[in-house]
DNA sequence: ATACAACTTGAAGTCAACTTCAAGTCAAGC
DNA sequence: GCTTGACTTGAAGTTGACTTCAAGTTGTAT
């Protein structure tokens, strides 16, 4: 069973015109084409694709998903090479959820202060309030960040 | 204590002109300057550049940066865009944790993958495994994904 | 056979977020 | 007072990831 660009974009939920993209930057190797020049999709190019779409939302540039695809097409002598960049790619994703923790935090804390605000009718509220009127979980921040 | 852009880039690792772009972008709307047109930046404007990293890092474009330090800046009459618009990051900071989610998942099923095949030499090796050799926590992505 | 929607390409355009450049100014140490 | 490194600006250049455009081709439905 094959597939226009269109049906996979809409499968996929890209436009055709990323697909394509895509392709001219080397990273869709896999797709064939009819004799008069279309592409044809196979549900196991769908695979690559979501991997793909994968991987670039854990924010790793085309480029290197495109190394990725060029090694695994080479066989395995490049084992290593894509083990390591897995490792690579794994370190950065551990990373970004700390990241996105501490951005969590404080934007519950910015959500409460702007809650209580929001009741109070002012910011004001917040500078008559002693700290043990501030959520437990917020403390250590109230501590670094002041009003906003 | 005043601190020039250079010594505030370093202590945000950043570079100065990253400071001077978010400066024009107007984003640094609390940095005084000397006589001579000097920025001075101050130990609490630390406080507003590290929210701004914080919100950056959480995929917040500029654009919305810089409306949520101008509404700042115009009184309590502002705090419920505010609040909408930390809401609004809230929730797409917590669809991103999903999203790490289902990519670490996969990235240690790759990993799994290359160590295996890095042992073995080929990623033949995975041509003839049982679905019993198959760590249990990746079980449900190998009937998705095969090799690559 | 013809119409027509969906495909093809290369080239150019867009957007965000910076970075670099050129020409000049500031300020701290000698 | 002069040197020197760090600062200033506006304008232009860069990068990544697309999107849009124009001109032409494919393939399905009638």
Redesign the pocket.
Known sequence: MFY????MARKLNV????L??YD?EGLLPFVER??????MFKDEDMEWLRLLGCL?KAGM???EIRSFMDWSRQGDATIDRRLDLLEKQRQSVLEQQKQLEDTLLMLDYKRWYYQTAQEAGTCAVHDSLTPEQVPEQFRALTAEWEKG
């Open positions: 226009t660009i269109g049906e436009a055709p015109s990323t394509r993209y001219k009819s004799s008069g020049g279309i592409r670039k540039p085309l480029k």
